[in-house]
């Protein structure tokens, strides 16, 4: 994405350590990377994904360019927090209320976003034939249907922890995607001020305005690009999910990031498993 309209002049020359963000799918990847581009006058790379399949938690994928930061969504397990930590990376973490996450999940297939980017997953047809309450349950507990194939919530949990549990021993920046859509102008001072950059509150604001939705939708459709986003609701929950969905998530929780409800109280992010049915 074209940052040159924030940004002035090149802020990379000052960025000495590599930048390395991970996002939770479906969490306000685009907006935060569109942030970090205008910031840091640097590119965004991420990798080639080969029919879908990439182990999130190989360092081998993790590759730093010059004139660059890396986005995917890698889990940061033992094997990606020796590598970050060796290179001294400046890690930056993206999350989201696990509930809304879930909806949000559930329309990015039912609705087949990204397919005019060319990465549509095409699973739209097999949703239109299950009601929502089936379809929501598929993206919770996972699907092995030749039409769908889906390893469920557990994973992204599992992600979620591990960023968590790295941010313990190594400065990182977290946020989350009511943070960063809630309190944008917050947000931008905190990511400066974890990558040591200067910026001024006229920047600020035109990265405020350049970063709306409408702005970048309409950015992102005159690249032909457009079809991935979608207005994201915080506590889009409250109408969505009922009572099975609810346990079916907390069973998740208990079997694939056990320590995820602690450690979001130890580090203030009650918000993430806050369920408000």
């Not at 924030?6 to 569109?34: A, D, E």
Request: contains cysteine.
């Amino acid at each position: 994405m074209n940052s040159s309209a924030t940004n002035t002049k090149p802020v990379s020359q000052s960025i000495s350590n590599p930048i390395v963000m991970s996002s939770v799918f479906k969490s306000g990847t685009w907006l935060l990377r569109h942030i970090l581009e205008s910031l840091t006058g640097l590119d965004c790379h991420e990798p080639t994904i080969n029919n879908g399949k990439m182990n999130p938690a190989d360092p081998k994928h993790i590759e730093i360019r010059a004139e660059h930061f890396y986005s995917w969504h890698f889990t940061p397990a033992n094997e990606i927090q020796k590598k970050l930590t060796d290179i001294n990376a400046k890690p930056i973490f993206l999350m989201r209320n696990i509930y809304d996450l879930v909806v949000s999940m559930y329309y990015h297939f039912a609705n087949n976003i990204d397919h005019e980017i060319g990465r549509g997953a095409n699973k739209h047809l097999y949703f239109s034939k299950i009601d929502k309450h089936a379809g929501i349950q598929k993206i919770i507990t996972g699907s092995k249907d030749q039409n769908f194939r889906w390893k469920g919530l557990g994973p992204h949990l599992y992600q979620m922890e591990c960023m968590l549990q790295f941010s313990k021993t190594y400065s990182c920046y977290l946020t989350y995607y009511e943070h960063l859509v809630n309190n944008k102008h917050e947000t931008i001072h905190e990511i400066s001020k974890f990558l040591n950059i200067n910026v001024s509150e006229n920047k600020v604001q035109k990265l405020i305005h350049s970063s709306q939705f409408d702005i970048m939708k309409t950015t992102a459709i005159k690249a032909n690009s457009g079809s991935h986003f979608r207005v994201g609701k915080t506590d889009s929950h409250i109408d969505e999910l009922d009572q099975q969905h609810v346990e079916s998530i907390k069973k998740c929780l208990l079997m694939h990031a056990p320590e995820l409800t602690n450690l979001t109280k130890d580090l203030g992010l009650n918000s993430l498993m806050q369920y408000n049915g």
